[in-house]
């Protein structure tokens, strides 16, 4: 299993970015997926999920980032708009809608929001 993340960056507040993450070595298209995060020396929060007709977000995230997925690429995004200092983090992608799937995780991608 092995998730590949990209498409972060230093943005300013109010700016946007759009990561992507590939994923390997089990049944994409009959997985849920969902995004996490880490800030500074804290746990892994969730961010967002998505499966069959339904997401779910992080309170902080609502009405600001959307989850998406193509199941032909393998691929789960992030759209992330309204960009918030708070939201400077590693980004993670990991199977499951909530909880995640596997152990072993990717290197993450930076997300820095700062003028």
């Known amino acids: 299993v092995q998730f590949v993340e990209s498409g972060g960056g230093l943005v300013q507040p109010g700016g946007s970015l759009s990561l992507s993450c590939v994923a390997s070595?089990?049944?994409?298209?009959?997985?849920?997926m969902s995004w996490y995060r880490q800030r500074s020396e804290r746990e892994r929060d969730l961010v967002a999920g998505i499966r069959s007709g339904e997401t779910i977000y992080a309170d902080s995230v609502k009405d600001r980032f959307t989850i998406s997925r193509d199941k032909a690429r393998n691929t789960v995004y992030l759209q992330m708009t309204r960009l918030k200092p708070e939201d400077t983090a590693v980004y993670f992608c990991n199977a499951g809608y909530s909880i995640p799937q596997y152990k072993n995780w990717g290197q993450g991608t930076q997300v820095t929001v700062s003028s």
């Open positions: 070595g089990f049944s994409f298209s009959l997985n849920e």
